[in-house]
């Protein structure tokens, strides 16, 4: 087998790139196949060994092999359970009787509002959504109306005994409101960073990272690496060893209420990179109401995601897009370019300042703007909605009530693409 390729010549990248250009006709090279990001990277048609040094690769810094496959509960008693590794169980359900069998990991939707005695009464619960610093992002206000208010919350849930954690650092809505993946990464490391100069470096072990994965398939892959090598490495700087616990969910920001099945064919595909991206736990569903109308293909996607665990082995690796040189040329730019953005964050005083001095609103509303642009022209296109639209899909509008908060400043806000089109 290994004489297989003695019959074939070697080429240089040099060689071959002649070769294309030779066949381009005439075409620029660079403007034909090479393409840019609004992350600012560069993708070429080829990558190499050259690509990729391999000398200074190291291993993922995660242990578990598995990951957890987690839907929303809703109260229905014929939910099908039996693929399932977990539950999200949203606030509303607190005061009712949650029978479940005991094997599911639990992860519960808290606002602070509730009794933390009431969620002891609520078996195999291990995980608590909370997030002090993602609701005064989202919101523009503290949570419990004050920050020392907010801060003594938090001193609260890290006394509980029965979970394994309790702080997620909401990192999906940085996606979800239109941020580059260096962005997502870059402000998700400064959002985690305020908790460690806050309360400690030992809350790192009770922290898990909820992402949002898009449709850009090996950047969302190489996002998700290059986030647990820069976890790993903002922890040294503490003298701290604890791996990134990564709650994934797919992304709300490109999905739409016209041609709703085809958001079954993005969740399938955003699930796999988040699984391709060695996530801990894969939510598949959505957290506003668009999907409400397709449960079924959401939980046909959560199934597809089993067969890719029990069929396709990929729970026998811990890193399984580990050694492609295009993976890995875009894991190590995505880590490189968002440390560099890190640091920029940190020099104007950390999380809480870049949000006070809206500096982060600036990033992400920058970067939002020029993606609602390229979908509005179509350069970013979304089949069933701004590209071959069925014409009979009307969607019944139905007037929100609109909230009016005294906020601190700009929150950052979930926002989809299609939301001007759904109006036409």
Do not use: C
């Not at 099908?80 to 009787?97: A, C, H, M």
């Not at 009794?115 to 993602?134: H, Q, R």
């Not at 991206?277 to 598949?284: I, L, Q, R, T």
């Not at 957290?287 to 959401?298: A, C, I, K, P, R």
């Amino acid at each position: 087998m290994s004489k297989l390729f003695e019959n074939f010549d070697i080429i240089s990248d040099k060689e071959w790139k002649n070769k294309v250009q030779v066949e381009l006709k005439g075409l620029e090279y660079n403007e034909t196949l090479v393409w840019g990001t609004n992350d600012q990277i560069n993708v070429k048609p080829l990558y190499t060994k050259d690509d990729v040094d391999y000398s200074a690769i190291q291993p993922l810094p995660r242990n578990s092999k598995d990951w957890k496959i987690i839907s929303k509960y809703t109260g229905n008693i014929n939910q099908d359970y039996s693929f399932l590794y977990g539950y999200l169980i949203p606030q509303k359900s607190f005061n009712e009787k949650i029978e479940l069998p005991n094997y599911l990991d639990l992860f519960i939707e808290f606002d602070g509002s509730t009794d933390l005695k009431s969620l002891e009464n609520i078996p195999n619960l291990k995980y608590l959504d909370l997030d002090i610093y993602g609701y005064l992002a989202q919101n523009g206000l503290w949570q419990n109306d004050s920050q020392k208010a907010s801060k003594a919350l938090v001193k609260e849930v890290l006394e509980l005994k029965n979970f394994e954690k309790v702080i997620s650092i909401q990192a999906d809505v940085y996606q979800n409101a239109g941020a580059n993946h260096v962005q997502q990464l870059a402000i998700t490391l400064a959002h985690a960073v305020e908790y460690l100069e806050n309360f400690g470096a030992d809350i790192a072990d009770k922290i898990y990272f909820k992402f949002a994965v898009g449709s850009n398939y090996f950047f969302e892959v190489a996002k998700l690496r290059a986030f647990r090598f820069l976890w790993k490495l903002i922890l040294e700087q503490y003298n701290k060893e604890s791996e990134a616990f990564i709650f994934t969910s797919t992304s709300d920001r490109n999905k739409s209420k016209l041609d709703i099945y085809n958001n079954v064919i993005r969740t399938t595909l955003e699930s796999s990179a988040a699984i391709f991206g060695s996530s801990d736990a894969v939510f598949v569903g959505s957290y506003d109401e668009v999907n409400n109308e397709t449960d079924f293909g959401l939980e046909l996607a959560a199934k597809q995601q089993l067969l890719l665990q029990k069929e396709s082995y990929l729970n026998q690796f811990t890193d399984p897009a580990a050694g492609s040189f295009y993976i890995e040329s875009l894991t190590n730019q995505l880590a490189e370019n968002a440390l560099e953005l890190f640091k920029t964050i940190q020099n104007v005083g950390g999380f809480v300042r870049a949000l006070e001095n809206e500096t982060l609103q600036d990033y992400i509303y920058t970067s939002a703007k020029k993606e609602q642009k390229d979908f509005d022209e179509q350069i970013i296109k979304l089949i069933g909605v701004n590209k071959y639209r069925n014409e009979a899909d009307v969607i019944e509008k139905i007037p929100k009530e609109k909230i009016i908060k005294q906020a601190l400043f700009i929150p950052i806000v979930p926002t989809r693409l299609a939301e001007k089109e759904e109006k036409k």
